[in-house]
């Protein structure tokens, strides 16, 4: 009966340990001061972000359009090259 009543206590014991552990993952830090440094927060009207909000449009296009034909032939080129290299393996 000894090894039993060891093996209990070792439990309670890993139980307590484990419990505690766990114990300050949850707590929470939002009762925690904020820094003296940190900048206020705004607070939002309605509490949603402006997702509707678009940026302006630009003057110009990122990417010219004689670039962005290069760059399509490119990847054509890339796709096919990687077909045919995939149907090769596959023979």
């Known amino acids: ?8 206590g070792l439990a309670a ?5 484990s419990s505690l552990a766990l114990g300050g993952c949850s707590s929470t830090i939002a009762d ?3 820094p003296a ?3 206020a927060r ?10 509707h909000d678009l940026p ?13 034909a290069k760059i399509e032939q490119e ?8 077909a045919s290299t995939a149907a090769q393996a596959g023979k």
């Not at 014991?13 to 340990?17: E, F, P, R």
């Open 37 to 39: 440094d940190a900048p």
């Open 56 to 68: 302006p449009d630009r003057a110009d296009p990122t990417i010219k359009p004689a670039d962005q």
């Open 1 to 8: 009966m000894p090894i039993d009543r060891k093996n209990r």
């Open 13 to 17: 014991a890993v139980l307590l340990a």
């Open 75 to 82: 990847l054509i080129a890339a796709r096919e090259h990687q």
């Open 32 to 34: 925690m001061a904020m």
């Open 42 to 51: 705004q607070k939002d009207a309605n509490g949603y972000l402006p997702v």
